[in-house]
């Protein structure tokens, strides 16, 4: 018996990296899992490997930033599985060093219609079932650079700093419906997406550069991020909501 045995948990972008682990732990804990992703190829390969462990799940595929598919996979979770307990909003675009005077109204609205206009859209629709059920878990995944701003990075962080005021806003809001909201700021991670932050330096020397940038001198793995959700998703988490834990080996001191 894991300690989200009975619970269904969704987890957008958990076709591949920090989504594929957070989801491989929370089914290791005993949750059914829905692998939402927009790539329906990654979240097949995702709910194999669950599968494959032993644990249970259905994937969909998803646009985050579109309100309707949103709207409508999490219709099909309810209807399918019965319930829906626990959000981890992981889904996220990436943005290279791009001086302000050179951000495109495209890669700003890119910005935000996936890292922050998503996570809003899956709580708008996630929540009235959770209100339903009398209690809930909503993780937002957000990042260092929403609490430690770099430069050339002005969209992503305006991005991810939504999402802290989001989680805090939500908080608040759902307290009373026992509704618990939570974010989680990763450091810099080993997933494919790392290397979309230096695409414009020599992919061994951005490495390291991100790496010596870490005080505990290691990149952060898609265990160390699981590991909190999983804490934060389950009833050892239950006096806990509106904070944000910096999963980042130091980076944001």
């Known amino acids: 018996m894991g300690k989200l045995t ?21 089914a290791s804990e005993g949750a059914t899992v829905v692998i939402a992703d927009l790539r329906e190829g990654p ?14 799940g259905i994937a969909v595929q998803v646009d985050v930033s579109n309100p309707e598919a949103v709207k409508n996979a999490i219709e099909t979770v309810v209807s399918q599985l019965g319930q829906l307990d626990i959000l981890v909003n992981n889904a996220g675009a990436p943005m290279s060093f791009t001086p302000v005077e050179e951000v495109s109204e495209e890669l700003w ?6 890292n922050a206009k998503g996570p809003f859209l899956t709580s708008k629709y996630a929540v009235p079932y959770m209100k339903k059920n009398g209690k809930g878990s909503i993780i937002n995944i957000s990042s260092i650079a929403s609490r430690r701003v770099r430069p050339g990075l002005s969209a992503y962080c305006a991005s991810k700093g939504a999402v802290i005021l989001l989680t805090e806003a939500l908080a608040i809001e759902l307290a009373n419906s026992k509704v618990r909201v939570n974010a ?15 695409a ?3 992919p061994v020397e ?4 991100y790496e010596e940038s870490v005080p505990l001198g290691r990149l952060c793995q898609p265990e160390d991020i699981a590991n909190m959700v999983a804490y934060l998703a389950s009833e050892e988490a239950s006096f806990i909501t509106g904070a944000t834990f910096n999963v980042d080996g130091g980076r944001g001191l």
């Open 109 to 114: 609205d890119l910005m935000m219609d996936v």
């Open 6 to 26: 009975n619970q269904v948990a969704l987890v957008t972008g958990s076709g591949s990296g920090l989504g594929r682990g957070i989801a491989m732990k929370l």
């Open 43 to 56: 979240a097949q390969e995702t709910l194999h490997l669950i599968e494959q462990a032993g644990g249970k």
């Open 184 to 198: 989680i700021n990763p450091g810099p991670a080993e997933t494919p997406m790392l290397p979309k932050f230096f």
């Open 200 to 202: 414009s330096m020599d």
């Open 206 to 209: 951005g490495r390291k550069l």
